[in-house]
């Protein structure tokens, strides 16, 4: 197939944009996900937050709570379509349009979120140290990603979540499902590289990790 993984996935994203948020928020229990994420970011009024690979802007609204009229949320997407569903969803927040690998934004933030993003990176790796890079010392990057799970109810259910990967996937979707949880493993070890502190916390029948490296 013709075109890099990159080039297809941004593809996948564009013509996908419009159903994406819906789906996302059709999934029962993601939404508290992302609030104990948020919660972790542990940012207050006046603060800058960078969400990487913000998509439709699920995110958004909850960010520009923690940070207050004062602070700044600034959105960040390679996708055109993510981009022009995340400005209807209001919050307030700068959208940039740039490569989550090499984030067109100045340093001196006080916090980096990423949710559900670095499984589609060909270096997630890479990227989490970009990620690092943009943060002052003592703040704190957190990463929000699904995997199959270790707990002992949820892998009875890991091939069907191995199957919704492939049904959702950009690019080649078995491999996707194949190289997910080591994608992560790679991104999470990065962020142990530069960080001062690590915790991770399993949440959705540990299917979602919600990662915290304060660097």
Do not use: K, Q
């Amino acid at each position: 197939m013709d075109g890099s993984r990159d080039d297809r996935t941004l593809a996948f994203y564009d013509r996908w944009a419009y159903l994406y948020g819906p789906l996302v928020r059709s999934i029962p229990g993601v939404s508290g996900v992302r609030d104990a994420a948020v919660d972790a970011l542990d940012v207050a009024a006046g603060d800058t937050v960078v969400d990487v690979g913000c998509g439709t802007g699920a995110n958004l609204a909850r960010l520009r709570e923690h940070v207050g009229e004062t602070g700044r949320v600034v959105g960040l997407d390679a996708s055109r379509g993510m981009l022009a569903r995340a400005r209807r969803a209001g919050g307030n927040a700068a959208l940039v349009r740039g490569d989550a690998t090499r984030p067109p934004v100045g340093g001196g933030v006080d916090a980096v979120f990423a949710s559900f993003v670095v499984g589609v990176l060909d270096d997630a790796a890479a990227a989490v140290r970009a990620w690092c890079d943009l943060l002052e010392p003592g703040n704190r990057l957190v990463l929000v990603e699904a995997t199959t799970s270790a707990h002992p109810a949820g892998r009875l259910a890991n091939p069907l979540f191995r199957a919704f990967v492939r049904a959702g996937a950009p690019g080649t979707p078995a491999g996707a499902a194949r190289t997910l949880d080591a994608t992560v493993e790679r991104a999470h070890a990065a962020a142990r590289e530069r960080a001062t502190r690590c915790d991770e916390r399993r949440l959705f029948g540990g299917f979602c990790s919600v990662f915290v490296a304060e660097v």
